[in-house]
């Protein structure tokens, strides 16, 4: 599976937007990039995906670089039950195996 | 709707013995996986059941691992002759198909090898 890079952790405040970033190098063109996050104590949660093209959601938006080699986890306004583990994972969907290959992911913090 | 459960919330056991994890799915949902997350590591995958049948299991550690889902729906992880190093969170996780863009994860079952 393709890896993915992502900062150990990141700092925002309270109703601020926030930006994750991910570095997929290696990504071939047939990887979807997914992101979950994990709320302490908690299984993680689907939060977004995509494969080209910019995605918006209910909880975020994703920003796809065009030569797909990184991306960024977009929350428009960040509050304190946000505050979790984020991982950007690449999942093949030309197999026929789905499952997720999680790195560390990047722990953010939300400042009240 | 109801999501992912898994019983029991948190297991304590002695080295050596054996234990069994249930994950019941989100009902109508064909895949099933599962994940072992150790303490400030992300999930591990484990294996993965497509119906009833075993699709993957290239993740299980070793033949003290083994999982079933006779019916395609509620599946059990066991694990046999316990050691300190299973101690972990095991998740589970189901989607409507396989290539379903969503895993929807239960939220675990806390495992203490003693």
């Known amino acids: 599976d393709a890896k993915t890079t992502q900062p150990n952790s990141m700092e925002s405040n309270e109703e601020e937007p926030v930006h994750l970033p991910c570095n997929h190098s290696?990504?071939?063109?047939?990887?979807?990039i997914h992101w979950y996050r994990q709320l302490p104590s908690q299984g993680p949660e689907y939060v977004i995906h995509?494969?080209?093209s910019n995605v918006n959601n209910r909880m975020a938006s994703l920003a796809i670089a065009e030569d797909r080699k990184s991306s960024t986890l977009i929350l428009h306004r960040a509050t304190l039950r946000d505050a979790a583990v984020y991982y950007c994972?690449?999942?093949?969907?030309?197999?026929?195996?789905?499952?997720?290959?999680f790195g560390k992911g990047t722990l953010l913090t939300v400042n009240p | 709707g109801a999501g992912v459960s898994q019983t029991p919330s948190n297991k304590v056991t002695e080295k050596g013995k054996y234990v069994e994890l249930r994950c019941d799915p989100i009902?109508?949902?064909?895949?099933l996986y599962w994940y072992r997350q150790s303490l400030g590591q992300g999930p591990e995958f484990l294996i993965y059941?497509?119906?009833?049948?075993?699709?993957?299991d290239s993740g299980l550690p070793n033949d003290r691992f083994f999982a079933v889902r006779p019916e395609g729906s509620v599946s059990t992880l066991k694990i046999q002759r316990t050691e300190r190093g299973d101690s972990a969170v095991y998740l589970c996780?189901?989607?409507?198909?396989?290539?379903?863009?969503?895993?929807?994860f239960g939220p675990g079952t806390r495992l203490t090898v003693l």
């Open positions: 290696t990504i071939s063109g047939t990887d979807y």
């Open positions: 996780a189901s989607s409507f198909a396989p290539q379903g863009d969503e895993q929807f």
């Open positions: 059941f497509q119906g009833t049948g075993a699709a993957d």
């Open positions: 994972i690449l999942r093949d969907g030309g197999g026929s195996n789905y499952k997720l290959t």
């Open positions: 995509g494969l080209t």
């Open positions: 009902s109508g949902h064909t895949a």
